[in-house]
């Protein structure tokens, strides 16, 4: 029986480690999905300027 325990405390501790680090991972992903997002917003801004600032120049007629 106490070896049954023993085995039985063994296999919970492996469990959790193996929890913990799928949790690590789906953070680790978050977060590098998060920075992907930030730099999607940062690079449709930036497009967004350049195409209103090309719409606002006075030689915009030249570039059609």
């Known amino acids: 029986k106490a070896n049954d325990t023993a085995q039985d405390l063994?296999?919970?501790g492996?469990?959790?480690r193996e929890?913990?680090?799928k949790l690590e991972n789906i953070?680790?992903?978050?977060e590098e999905m998060a920075?992907?997002?930030?730099q999607f917003r940062e690079n449709t801004r930036r497009l967004r300027?350049?195409?209103e600032k090309k719409q606002k120049s006075p030689f915009t007629f030249l570039f059609q």
């Open 35 to 38: 920075n992907t997002a930030h």
């Open 19 to 21: 929890r913990g680090e």
């Open 10 to 12: 063994a296999d919970l």
């Open 49 to 51: 300027e350049a195409y």
């Open 27 to 30: 953070a680790d992903r978050s």
């Open 14 to 16: 492996n469990e959790l």
